[in-house]
């Protein structure tokens, strides 16, 4: 088998670097490892908010988790009891949580909300790149022409399986390739040498030619690289823990690769997310143990290999599911889900808060947004990547915002508790409400731009009461929302400083 890049058959498509990273090794290139968690993972589920328990039970009784079970981060905090890996991670100081990442005017389409995560487009917008295929443009814009070259002969990325990742696709092609296994590959015909003519079949073809050539050049590097690699740690069974392994081989090994795609797919539980009568079992608990055992085992292996500092993880899903559960022991899509970032590098906290549940949930309501997903591609690939910040907003939205997700890397077990990171509170008086209500809110004396957003049960933003600069200090304002039918609301708070809110209200 070989490595396949994209063909044209696949739809196509400053801010200075942080002090607290001068003191990593510039000879090594950074490694960003991408966990996708396909069908829309239930994070209600996987963090658990101990604070809401008493509305939770009301809600989703039949699939919650008991609050005995919870694997405990912070008071108000805990895992799915499956998760002892991430546990001990979390316990050692690497692992950030990012409590409910969504984007704007939610799309519930597995395929769509896949696009747009992967793409890091607007909701209402189709892009045809992705959101590291841009960035990769930016810095080798005749790909794939003279590529590979002596002085880049290594892929820029490598999906784990079958189909390229979207996320690295580029206006000409996607600079991914895919691989199963480094140590089956072999070299595709090329082929005999003509002429091509100056049609349409000519261009394709010269395309092709390209694409084989670089396959097969990438293909001798791969194996190389595999050959001179290893593995230290031990790694259970599952697909998962198997690509995350040769992940690590091939890191260990020399090559130079920058991105890596790797995924774990079942989350789409609509049904028998748990077993009937014993929540802490069932689809979703596996699941997640395949995660923490898999994750665990490379973050040892990485460490074991020393190349910890160079590498960082991220799950990701299209969607989070819904708050309340259905007859069928199982939860439908829904809306945002936290976000986990794994490694030394990795700022050990729990942004954000818990999402607050009330003690009547409609049928339709997710979990509201508190983080925008693009918030976390771009503070990344400023942090890790040292992108300008006016090419992050290029990238992705114009109203990006930083956030905390890095931080110096550790060689060391830290032995402090992580830390949870507080947002700015928000009010609204009264709640319910019928036509009006005064919102009371707090600025931090660092931030210079704050927006205040009325999202609907849904996740659509349908009103934006302001996005302006705001002095530090306590504000209030009234909010006017008798165009506004009578449901549940969802007011967001977000600041220049990157701190968010949500806090929910009921318009009768």
């Known amino acids: 088998m070989a490595v396949l890049p994209a063909f044209r058959g696949i739809p196509l498509g400053a801010m200075a670097l942080p002090s607290i990273f001068n003191n990593i090794n510039e000879d090594s290139d950074r490694v960003l490892v991408l966990i996708q968690l396909n069908g829309g993972n239930d994070g209600l589920n996987m963090v658990l908010p101990i604070d ?19 694997l405990q981060l912070t008071d108000i905090t805990g895992l799915h009891p499956a998760m002892t890996g991430i546990k001990s991670l979390y316990d050692n100081a690497r692992v950030g949580v990012v409590q409910s990442v969504a984007y704007p005017n939610q799309n519930r389409s597995h395929f769509r909300s896949t696009d747009i995560w992967t793409s890091g487009s607007p909701a209402n917008q189709v892009w045809n790149t992705g959101w590291m295929g841009r960035y990769f443009d930016d810095e080798y814009p005749d790909y794939p022409n003279g590529y590979p070259n002596a002085t880049h002969p290594h892929p820029f990325a490598i ?11 580029g206006i000409a092609s996607n600079f991914s390739m895919t691989l199963e296994d480094p140590f089956t590959l072999g070299q595709l015909p090329s082929g005999q040498v003509s002429s091509v003519p100056n049609t349409p079949y000519g261009e394709e073809l010269t395309f092709l030619r390209i694409a084989i050539a670089q396959t097969n050049a990438y293909t001798n590097v791969i194996t190389q690289s595999a050959n001179a690699g290893a593995n230290l ?40 997310q748990v077993l009937p009568g ?67 590098c990795v700022n050990p906290q729990i942004l954000g808060n818990n999402p607050v549940i009330s003690a ?26 040292e992108v300008p910040e006016t090419d992050v907003r290029r990238y992705l939205y114009q109203g990006f915002t930083h956030l905390p997700l890095l931080q110096p890397c550790q060689t060391a077990t830290s032995t ?69 039918p009578a449901g549940v609301y969802f007011c967001r708070l977000t600041t220049s400083a990157g701190s968010q809110q949500v806090s929910r209200v009921v318009k009768h």
């Not at 809401?52 to 809600?59: E, G, P, S």
């Not at 020399?254 to 790797?262: A, E, F, K």
């Not at 209500?437 to 933003?461: H, Q």
């Open 52 to 70: 809401q328990y008493d509305n939770l039970a009301n809600v989703r009784g039949n699939i919650l988790i008991p609050q005995s079970t919870a």
């Open 159 to 169: 999906t784990m399986g079958n189909l390229v990742s979207p996320t690295c696709q």
């Open 233 to 272: 740690a031990t790694y259970p069974n599952g697909r998962l823990s198997d690509q995350l392994r040769h992940v690590a081989r091939l890191i260990s090994g020399g090559l130079r690769t920058r991105i890596y795609v790797v995924s774990l797919g079942g989350f789409d539980t609509h049904a028998n």
């Open 278 to 344: 014993s929540t802490t079992t069932g689809t979703h608990a596996e699941l997640l143990r395949n995660l923490s055992e898999s994750v665990a085992a490379f973050q040892e292996d990485l460490r074991l290999l020393n190349v910890e500092r160079r590498v960082i993880s991220m799950t990701f899903s299209e969607f989070g599911r819904r708050i309340r559960s259905n007859a069928a022991n199982g939860t439908d899509h829904g809306t945002a889900a936290p976000l986990m970032l794994f490694g030394s």
């Open 360 to 385: 009547n949930v409609s049928v339709e309501e997710g979990v509201p947004m508190q983080y925008d997903f693009r918030d976390v591609y771009g503070s990344i690939l400023m942090d890790w990547f």
């Open 416 to 484: 402090d508790a992580s830390v949870v990171v507080q947002t700015p509170g928000i009010q609204v008086h009264p709640n319910p409400l019928v036509h009006s209500a005064t919102i009371v809110f707090r600025i931090p004396a660092d931030s210079a731009r704050a927006r205040l957003s009325i999202f609907d049960a849904m996740g659509s933003e349908v009103q934006v009461l302001f996005d302006m600069r705001l002095s530090s200090g306590e504000h209030t304002m009234t909010w006017d929302a008798r165009k506004l």
